[in-house]
């Protein structure tokens, strides 16, 4: 949360003139309700297995920049999913972002609902599952990229400085 996916994603996608796909969107879409509205109703469960099934579609069903949600990556059929999709030479890029940055970026964010809970202020939480979060992201991720103090724009040129040098390899 916070490290900039969409913005970085429609940045790259444009730069490469390919079309972006977020999952969440997707997820929103064939769930006809929000995110919020998703874990209130169903939970958290219910949403990590319409997030699966986004996932899933959108790298079998796109050809272009594919923007996943931070937790999308917890559930292990989606780290297979990954893990089958870097063995036919996807790039899956993890956007790092310090918990002052991610801070600062989206505060206390309403559409979060991971970020609102019993006894801990939403950094808290954010530093949470972060640390319980990172070493699968390090695991599913080709690459790292931090987004510190760097604009969208900029984190945007370092993963497709990344994709050109992979291109030039192979």
Do not use: C
């Not at 920049?65 to 990556?73: F, I, P, T």
């Not at 505060?107 to 699968?136: C, F, I, K, S």
């Not at 790292?144 to 724009?153: F, G, H, I, L």
């Amino acid at each position: 949360m916070g490290s900039g996916k969409s913005a970085v994603g429609r940045r790259v996608a444009t730069a490469l003139e390919l079309g972006v796909r977020d999952t969440d969107a997707d997820v929103e879409e064939t769930a006809g309700r929000s995110i919020p509205e998703i874990f209130e109703a169903d939970g958290e469960a219910a949403f990590r297995a319409l997030e699966h099934e986004a996932v899933a579609r959108a790298l079998v069903e796109h050809d272009g920049v594919v923007s996943l949600g931070g937790g999308a990556v917890l559930h292990p059929d989606t780290q297979a999913v990954l893990e089958a999709y870097r063995a036919v030479g996807g790039v899956v890029v993890f956007l790092d972002v310090s918990a002052r940055t991610a801070a600062l970026r989206i505060g206390v964010d309403a559409n979060r609902p991971l970020l609102h809970g019993e006894g801990e202020t939403p950094r808290q939480r954010w530093e949470r599952l972060m640390g319980e979060r990172r070493p699968t992201y390090e695991a599913v991720a080709t690459h790292r990229v931090s987004t510190d103090r760097r604009t969208p724009a900029a984190v945007a040129r370092e993963v497709l400085a990344i994709l050109e040098a992979l291109d030039g390899e192979g």
